[in-house]
């Protein structure tokens, strides 16, 4: 028996209809969390990732569209997780693929960028950490011209993300955890100036000790390694979060020191820049990994015994 074809202007009428109802479920998934949502935790339960929902939605509606689908694709969306659970899409930044152990938080989300990944806090509007691999290669490419065109993250809810009208007036510097300087694209350049990878920095050590003998000191070391170099940046708020001053409108959080973690893989060895955020702080001895772990409560290279 011959199956009957379907009038010509079907499909076509069908189109906009099966489109209109992928971007509603786009719509709905593009949350923070598949788990907000009644069908998301029947999702997430069944282990079904909101990326790879994404990918099949794009998948069906060009096939419907008749688009032809890109050379490559990727989907950036903040997702909550923990260990081996997060970041997904962009596990190269960290050693062996394994993200750093951090207590969950439900105000956390990941973000993916070009040339390094964010663990956001949603408590603070600052970034957990941030991290980034550099090796020769990627210290010759950081060549851009800075932009200096800063940007609040719209991947992140607007409770949860800072503004520029928080630092505006505030008296402390917009500074870059994964430095500008870097950045090996003009797109990596770009998405360097979200706020989400800024902390609200004393202007005299962003420009002076930070940059000097923290950032340039790491960039020419991992230029002069002989294989990739990890570096994990973040603030430490004491004495908590919440007890901690806030700037502007929405009470971005200022940290009381920063750090930046540089782990040589060739080498396993390790250590720490510590530094109190204040413009009277001059260059000082790094510590160890270990005393950073204790310090900070966070396992950074899980499953690694660097020497120091």
Avoid at 54 to 70: C, H, I, N, Q, V
Avoid at 209 to 230: I, L
Avoid at 256 to 267: E, S
Wanted: aromatic share 8%; net charge positive.
């Amino acid at each position: 028996m011959k199956k009957r074809k379907s009038p010509p202007g079907s499909r076509a009428r069908n189109k906009p209809h099966l489109i209109s109802t992928l971007l509603v479920l786009f719509l709905g998934l593009s949350c923070h969390s598949c788990t907000e949502l009644p069908a998301g935790r029947e999702l997430v339960a069944a282990g079904v990732g909101l990326e790879t929902l994404l990918k099949g939605l794009g998948t069906a509606a060009r096939e419907y569209s008749g688009t032809p689908a890109a050379a490559s694709e990727s989907v950036s969306v903040p997702r909550p997780g923990y260990a081996s659970e997060y970041f997904s899409a962009c596990r190269n930044f960290f050693v062996n693929g394994k993200p750093p152990v951090v207590a969950p938080r439900p105000g956390n989300r990941a973000l993916c960028y070009d040339a390094f990944a964010i663990l956001h806090s949603g408590d603070s509007k600052t970034a957990v950490f941030v991290a980034e691999k550099l090796n020769r290669a990627s210290v010759v490419d950081a060549d851009e011209e800075r932009t200096d065109r800063f940007f609040a993250d719209a991947r992140l809810r607007s409770a949860e993300r800072a503004t520029l009208a928080d630092y505006k007036g505030s008296g402390f510097d917009r500074g870059h955890l994964a430095p500008a300087g870097d950045m090996p694209t003009a797109q990596a350049m770009a998405q360097s100036f979200s706020l989400a990878n800024m902390v609200p920095q004393a202007p005299k050590h962003n420009q002076g000790a930070w940059r000097t003998s923290v950032e340039a000191a790491t960039k020419k070391y991992a230029g002069r390694a002989s294989g990739d170099v990890y570096v994990i940046t973040g603030p430490v708020f004491v004495p908590s979060i919440a007890q901690s001053p806030g700037i502007g409108p929405g009470h971005v959080r200022v940290p009381r020191y920063l750090f930046k973690l540089v782990y040589d893989q060739d080498k396993n060895r390790a250590w720490a820049h510590w530094n109190l955020n204040d413009n009277a702080t001059r260059a000082s001895q790094p510590i160890s990994y270990g005393e950073l772990v204790r310090r900070t409560g966070i396992v950074f290279l899980p499953g690694i015994n660097p020497a120091d």
